[in-house]
């Protein structure tokens, strides 16, 4: 199996915050990692596909990338609604895995 | 859209049983496997298994002894069991599709806990 080391598990930041959010994945996975937003009693929402392509009405603040096998999701501003818990995945083959999970919280 | 559905209290040693309701669109869509996912109280996500609209499944190894998927073209749902439940199988269940292996359609999720 593959798996997906996400650092930190939490983070304090205050609104306006420039944020960055990191997995690893323990093997070579070219870019399929994937992006999910958590909040609080709903299932999570799919935010960056492909390590760096947003998901239709995901604000412009999100964004995705990778180097290697370490991959990056910064939010440039942090907006209030953004305070969340964040998931990577890796997408690249079965069984899919996910990071242990970064919850953003008010600093 | 998504709509779990199946008992919230199931006893040590039972099945558990889930079904998904997929509306929207033909559960026989062209690349769409249809998925279970759980995430632990207050932990984070563990994929399941999913099923391909031809039947065929693929399951997360710590769980594939104990674990089936079906699909019901006709009723456009899919179900999940998960067999000799124990304490460590409460969760909150939830199916969702996949599309090139991303999970881009999500059900609200369905709580399970294990208890007698």
């Known amino acids: 199996d593959i798996r997906m080391t996400q650092s930190p598990s939490s983070l304090s930041a205050s609104v306006g915050d420039r944020v960055t959010i990191t997995c690893r994945a323990s093997?070579?996975?070219?870019?399929?990692v994937v992006w999910y937003q958590q909040k609080p009693g709903k299932a999570p929402n799919l935010l960056i596909t492909g390590a760096n392509s947003l998901q239709s009405g995901v604000p412009a603040r999100f964004s995705g990338s990778v180097s290697g096998t370490d991959f990056t999701l910064t939010i440039s501003s942090l907006q209030p609604e953004d305070f969340a818990v964040y998931y990577c995945?890796?997408?690249?083959?079965?069984?899919?895995?996910f990071g242990g999970g970064t919850t953003v919280e008010t600093k | 859209q998504l709509q779990e559905s199946g008992p919230g209290l199931v006893k040590p040693s039972q099945t558990l049983s889930l079904t998904c309701t997929v509306s929207?669109?033909?559960?026989?869509?062209?690349?769409?496997?249809w998925t279970w996912v759980r995430q632990h109280p207050g932990k984070g996500l563990e994929w399941i298994g999913h099923?391909?609209?031809?039947?065929?499944?693929y399951f997360n190894p710590s769980l594939k002894s104990r674990v089936s998927i079906s699909v019901d073209t006709s009723k456009n749902q899919f179900s999940l069991e998960l067999t000799s439940v124990t304490a460590a199988d409460t969760a909150v269940y939830f199916c969702a599709r996949s599309y090139s292996y991303f999970l881009d359609f999500w059900g609200q999720g369905n709580v399970v806990t294990v208890s007698s």
């Open positions: 093997q070579s996975i070219d870019n399929y």
């Open positions: 099923i391909y609209n031809n039947g065929r499944t």
């Open positions: 995945q890796q997408s690249y083959n079965t069984p899919l895995t």
């Open positions: 929207g669109g033909p559960i026989t869509t062209a690349g769409s496997y």
